[in-house]
């Protein structure tokens, strides 16, 4: 179903020309929501810019369009204002037909994708012995939440997570096993090591201190790379532990990746320098193997180099990143490539991506793009660490967000005199604290750093996940008080809009369509937060405002159509969001 906008920039389009000719077909309406609901809800503003084309004065031009316009199915008499506005508010019979039409929809209304793609999204992308922390966090749920937005408009989405699983640290991390686990090497038994990231320590300690050691996890990296069979199989265990680990934040965070390590790319690195070569791009510089692309230089001016085979031989992330490139493209067939990761990475993929269009390697008709993220602070306005200045491991970041979450149930509970059973306190404490910790952050803009505070992402008022959930659960308080099956609702009732408040929660349901059109195209999951903030508030009040159950026939059902509709879009938008809903809290 096309949004109210798009109906009317159609209108619009033809109103052009038939005023002013063939020529202005295309032309922009330039509409956007009024500023003032008072004075209508679209304003077209192109009046001011064909003023100038057409050398007339904006208000007559204005006019023409009027005279040309026909929308009376769709809006009131347009009125001019100011010099040269034209202002246009929505006929209450128009919304109606609308709403009644969406709710009849399993999609709500929302257009799946015209062209499907296979997309390509790598994110989260941790490394191997080191545990997942609060800088994991974003790079996650911000690709989990543009992954399933543009699965659900019908994309075929490869959701990629590029694990550190390769590389010299490894040569370090194998020797160090078998001088303190020489057993995991002569059996095929799963291993346990514990504290994986205090293993790392040691192993880096080790290494840093002891020189003998140091030549031996060298002597490692050559034979993992030989595929040395004893070496390969520490590689594994290795591998394998720190998987179990990732797994469990990943099923705490409802996540699904499939796993495509810096290893997975290894054999096809080779094959990169080679054609880098053969296209004649390969400089030599300090004995490394060198891009340059225009445009890149370091903090002296000099032209920076995309370093592609290290002096030693040995490949490096760059090297990998190329390769990835190509083999989404070639082998996944991906038209569209997105890459989460923080801002800081964004000169290197930019020049990656430079590097791979200077080859040849990306086509005219796919899209690749950074998607970048600012910062996770903590309440000192510095990145977030623990008291002892280590960084905030995203597990205890998580547990925490639950203990919380339970403890303010469990505190407000004694409050209303309620009794729940421990499993239903368990569950609301576990889906809010998970919840509160998505929410927040996916509701800033991801370019930009933003403070992590329990208490405000716990908060029930405010932009915070938890005032979702509950206007969730109002709606459900309604059915079960009523003992309404929203399933079975009249399929011919009429939807009629009588007050101000139906009015203005019926043309902001009709709005969501547009939202994740907007998402689909410019990955900013932040719309879709700020979206279901403003249905929120609307249904609350409507929600003080009209009478649902104690109304009269036919006001009552319509006005639980629309209780329903806000449910079904309110568990919608927060599925997007990785968000589930509850019936009670």
Known sequence: MNSIAQQLKARFEKAFTAAFGESYAGADPMLAAASNPNFGDFQCNAAMSLGKKLGKPPRAIASTIIENLDISDICETPEIAGPGFINLKLKPAYLEAQISAIAADSRLGIESAKTPQTIAIDFSSPNIAKEMHVGHLRSTIIGDAIARTLEFQGHD????????????QFGMLIAYLREVHPEALTTADALDLGDLVAFYRQAKQRFDTDETFKETARQEVVKLQAGAEDTRHAWKLLCD????????????????????????????????????????????????????????????????????????????????????????????????????????????????????????????????????FGLVLGEDGKR????????????????????????????????????????????????????????????????????????????????????MLYA?????????????????LDAGAKVILQSDAELVLAKHLLQFNEVINAVEGDLLPNRICQYLFELSQKYNQFFEQCQVLKSEEPLRTSRLILCDLTARTLKLGLELLGIKVLERM
């Open 241 to 372: 532990q720190s998987r179990r680990e990732f797994q469990v934040i990943y099923d705490l965070l409802d996540i699904k990746l499939t796993e495509r390590g810096e290893s997975f790319y290894n054999p096809l690195l080779p094959a990169v320098v080679e054609d880098l070569t053969n296209l004649g791009l390969l400089v030599e510089s300090d004995g490394a193997k060198c891009v340059f692309v225009d445009g890149f230089t370091n903090k002296e001016g000099e032209p920076l180099p995309l370093i592609v085979q290290k002096t030693d031989g040995g490949y490096n992330y760059a090297t990998t990143d190329l390769a990835a490139v190509r083999y989404r493209i070639q082998k996944d067939n991906a038209k569209r490539l997105i890459y989460v990761t923080d801002s800081g990475q964004a000169n290197h993929f930019a020049q990656v991506f430079a590097v791979a269009r200077k080859a040849g390697w990306i086509p005219e008709d796919v899209e690749i793009v950074h998607v970048p």
């Open 157 to 168: 989405v490869l959701r990629i997570n590029h694990i550190g699983d390769w590389g010299t």
């Open 384 to 467: 977030a660490k623990t008291r002892s200045g280590d960084t905030v491991r995203l597990r205890d970041l998580l547990d925490e967000a639950i203990v919380r979450a339970t403890k303010d149930l469990e505190d407000r509970l004694v409050t209303e005199e309620r009794h729940e059973t421990k499993e239903f306190i368990a569950n609301v404490g576990r889906v809010v604290g998970l919840s509160a910790v998505k929410y927040a952050d996916l509701s800033q803009n991801r370019a930009s750093n933003y403070v992590f505070s329990y208490d405000k992402m716990l908060a029930l008022q405010g932009n915070t996940a938890p005032y």
């Open 472 to 488: 969730y659960a109002r709606v459900q308080g309604i059915r079960r008080k009523g003992e309404i099956d929203f399933e079975n």
